[in-house]
């Protein structure tokens, strides 16, 4: 089975910045579409970016466009979401996850994906 474990959270400052990493085994990430999602005690889970399999779209949610960029490393079988510009409202365990989906099809909903790490805590806090 895929494994998908999270690393890079931590406690940063608001507006700063944190570069988040999700390292597969088992299987390639290659025909994996994968995104970010994130989930605050008490509120439910929200999509914040992803990328299809193909590597040549990428998609992220309306609050984080221009602050998140999401990427693929093929050689060290990773996904990072860069994040910048972090404002305290962000902090939430952050988790990423994956599909096999061919082609350039890549969507933030959590209903899409299959495959789900345990996560990385990020707070943003002064």
């Known amino acids: 089975q895929l494994q998908l474990v999270e690393s890079g959270g931590g406690l940063v400052q608001p507006g700063g910045s944190l570069r988040l990493s999700c390292v597969a085994s088992?299987?390639?990430?290659?025909?994996?579409?994968v995104g970010w999602f994130r989930q605050a005690p008490g509120k439910e889970r929200e999509g914040v970016s992803c990328?299809?399999?193909?590597?040549?779209?990428?998609s992220h949610a309306d609050t984080v466009k221009g602050r998140f960029t999401i990427s693929r490393d093929i050689a060290k079988n990773t996904v990072y979401l860069q994040m910048n510009s972090l404002k305290p409202e962000e902090t939430a365990g952050y988790y990423c996850?994956?599909?096999?989906?061919?082609?350039?099809?890549?969507?933030?909903?959590?209903?899409?994906?299959?495959?789900w790490g345990q996560g990385t805590q990020v707070t943003v806090s002064s």
């Open positions: 990328i299809s399999s193909s590597g040549g779209s990428t």
């Open positions: 088992g299987f390639t990430l290659g025909p994996y579409t």
């Open positions: 996850a994956a599909v096999i989906t061919l082609g350039n099809r890549c969507l933030i909903r959590p209903p899409f994906y299959n495959n």
